[in-house]
């Protein structure tokens, strides 16, 4: 067999599906998994017939490369991917290129960018998102890392990526090192947020409304064809329908106690170092932990006592108040997670496409929607723009979104059904446009103990003063820092 266009290192579910679709797009692969057997059951199965090589080494894999060589890792992320790329650097040479495809961390691919570039080779980091169907069929991918190497996998990546209506490729350059894996865990963490308002929205018609499967799958299959347009809601109608062998919903046989693999806690993390405002994002991830606490929640309801709602008004208004409410909230996620990204670009020395991340977000990604459309117009309108809630556009979807959303919160409170997310989303909301919000309080308790200073609306910014508030302190104050 010739040398192959491309290897690929890690055959579970994404490993495989990926290979599959980079062979349908008429690229040729070598393959090769720790667990030497699982190689020589997809030969012998999915990979039969195709332009697969199945390697038993990584040094087999390697050697039969087009140059540069070309090599994918989707391994767990971590110490895993450490280890193989000292396994491969030994048998590459000066320009060929390590691609890792897992859900990295974003400080790691940094790193490991610098490490892979002072042995003379290239880098890349890229998140790549649309599941297994995704894997198969075309994923949103976003790469970063070392700028040489994108033009060589350009074809292959553009090649097998997802394609918007227009026929445009849901992949493009990110940006250096870390930039990649850090907008896929930007992506992420909207799924988070995506993924909590829709159950909001769901525990609100079952609970609150006493809405049945049927019911709920009807609304949701209705919503799919207007402004949520969208996969999220796509698979929520498909869920709210789906009946075993037995008759029984699944959905209602499934524990509520949600799993997390880490992407939205490193969002929330990274949005706390860099002091930018995720709040619906931090809710989603707390919101899975308090899922988990099942078994204290079932207590806890015989002690406290658990909700009886009991809707009195119009269900078929509250109903088109939710769809509002969702999409106003969906609005204020991705403003919070754009705002991220702008702070990385930033810091990091990035320079970020924000239109073109909307455009790879379009299609094969679990977030895609319509919605992402929108994005893309209003930094095409505006390339500097600090936030898309000054966006025309948004500006007035939320205004004329706001009193169903507002009536969406407070039946919510009155009904005792937890939405901390769409709820952080109204107070974002209102936070973003206050002029006056009560800090200048906090900042006057802070200076109080612990003398840490502050400014004043009759001075210039960047003047600190303090107040010598009980009579007993002295003049020294703190040095003015920020976390």
Request: with cysteine; charged share 20%; aromatic share 10%.
């Amino acid at each position: 067999m010739p040398a192959m266009d491309i290897g690929l290192i890690g055959l579970a579910v994404m490993g495989e599906n990926l290979v599959l679709n980079m062979e349908s797009k008429g690229f040729s692969v070598t393959v090769f998994n720790r667990t030497v057997a699982k190689v020589d059951q997809f030969m012998a199965g999915r990979a039969k017939g195709k332009k697969i090589l199945g390697c038993h080494s990584v040094q087999e894999l390697c050697a039969n490369l087009k140059t540069p060589r070309k090599v994918m890792m989707l391994v767990k992320a971590g110490q895993a991917v450490d280890d193989f790329i000292e396994q491969l650097l030994p048998h590459l040479s000066a320009g060929d290129i390590i691609i890792d495809g897992g859900n990295s961390h974003f400080p790691d691919t940094i790193r490991r960018t610098k490490y892979v570039e002072s042995k003379g080779v290239l880098y890349i980091g890229t998140g790549v998102s649309g599941g297994e169907e995704g894997a198969l069929t075309g994923p949103s991918i976003m790469p970063g890392g070392s700028p040489a190497a994108w033009p060589h996998v350009k074809p292959i990546f553009q090649g097998i990526a997802a394609k918007t209506k227009d026929g445009e490729a849901c992949c493009d350059w990110v940006g250096e090192d870390g930039a990649g894996h850090y907008v896929k865990m930007v992506h992420n963490g909207i799924e988070y947020g995506d993924m909590q308002m829709i159950s909001e929205t769901y525990h609100l018609m079952r609970t609150g409304l006493g809405m049945s499967n049927d019911e709920m799958h009807a609304v949701f299959a209705e919503w799919n064809q207007g402004t949520l347009d969208s996969y999220l809601i796509e698979i929520t109608r498909d869920i709210l329908a789906y009946k075993d062998a037995e008759n029984n919903y699944v959905v209602d046989l499934i524990l509520d106690s949600a799993g997390q693999k880490g992407t939205g806690k490193w969002t929330v993390i990274e949005a706390c170092n860099q002091g930018q405002p995720l709040t619906l994002i931090g809710e989603a991830v707390f919101a899975r932990c308090l899922s988990s606490l099942k078994s204290e929640r079932v207590e806890a309801a015989k002690v406290l006592g658990s909700a009886a709602p009991a809707f009195k008004g119009d269900r078929k208004a509250f109903v088109d108040d939710l769809r509002q409410a969702l999409y106003a909230s969906k609005i204020i996620s991705y403003a919070q997670g754009y705002q991220l990204m702008r702070a990385a670009a930033a810091e990091y020395q990035w320079n970020l496409n924000y239109g073109g991340i909307a455009l790879m977000w379009r299609g094969g990604c679990i977030i895609r929607s319509a919605f992402l459309g929108k994005i893309k117009e209003a930094f095409e309108r505006n390339p500097k723009l600090v936030n898309l809630l000054l966006d025309p556009f948004f500006a007035d979807a939320l205004q004329q979104a706001q009193a169903a959303w507002r009536r969406v919160i407070a039946t919510a409170v009155q009904l005792g059904i937890p939405v901390p997310a769409l709820a952080s989303a109204l107070t974002y909301f209102d936070g973003y446009r206050s002029e006056r919000l009560p800090a200048n309080l906090l900042q006057a308790q802070r200076d109080y103990f612990g003398a840490h200073t502050y400014e004043r609306v009759d001075k210039p910014r960047g003047e600190f003063f303090h107040t010598n508030w009980t009579g007993r302190g002295g003049e020294t104050s703190a040095s003015t820092y920020t976390v």
